[in-house]
T-cell receptor
């Protein structure tokens, strides 16, 4: 069965420093992978998605993620954190049937000035 | 651009009451979903539909029912509300998940059962 594990429940960074949010997946097939962001009391917004094209995926707001099949990882990065990046981030994988998404438990990103 | 619209946004229910969370999308998407979000648990799939007249259970369907009579609408019904159903509910839609089509989420419905 497919699953996704977000390795950190909480990440704290200072404004202007790099962001790394880690995600590992388990799948017996080639999945589609996504990162979603959720700001407090808001819905979910797609940051980026991997669909078996380029392994380095660029998303909105300066985020990017690299698909590494050998490591079964899909870590999210950003060179320089901004205060507005403070939010909950979800790593997501599609199920094998392609009928639904499976969510990780989320990583809360805090950004201090 | 309406996208995915959920109502109500907030609701307090008493134990044993019933209610329906409404969801409609105007993007002509075939796929629609209901998720619930509990603190520290991510989102769990309740039910999904791949087209009008077709629904299927997700990971946590107990205590819920759905119907899909039209492409646009996918209501979620709670028949006998229980405190364990206190959660934030998200409706979503997509063309499909093939080639990673984007899923669009509603803004959520906060439900408290007391």
């Amino acid at each position: 069965a497919q699953s996704v594990t977000q390795l950190d429940s909480h990440v704290s960074v200072s404004e202007g420093t790099p962001v790394l949010l880690r995600c590992n997946y388990s799948s017996s097939y080639s999945p589609s992978l996504f990162w979603y962001v959720q700001h407090p009391n808001k819905g979910l917004q797609l940051l980026l998605k991997y669909t078996s094209a380029a392994t380095l995926v660029k998303g909105i707001n300066g985020f990017e993620a690299e698909f590494k099949k050998s490591e079964t990882s899909f870590h999210l990065t950003k060179p320089s954190a901004h205060m507005s990046d403070a939010a909950e981030y979800f790593c997501v994988v599609s199920n094998q049937a392609g009928t639904a998404l499976i969510f990780g438990k989320g990583t809360t990103l805090s950004v201090s000035s | 651009n309406a996208g995915v619209t959920q109502t109500p946004k907030f609701r307090i229910l008493k134990i044993g009451q019933s209610m329906t969370l409404q969801c409609t999308q105007d993007m002509n998407h075939n796929y629609m979903y209901w998720y619930r979000q509990d603190p520290g648990m991510g989102l769990k799939l309740i039910y999904y539909s791949v087209g009008a007249g077709i629904t299927d259970k997700g990971e946590v369907p107990n205590g819920y029912n759905v119907s899909r009579s039209t492409t646009e609408d996918f209501p979620l019904r709670l028949e006998l509300a229980a405190p364990s159903q206190t959660s934030v509910y998200f409706c979503a839609s997509s063309l499909s998940l093939d080639t990673g089509n984007t899923i669009y989420f509603g803004e959520g419905s906060w439900l408290t059962v007391v």
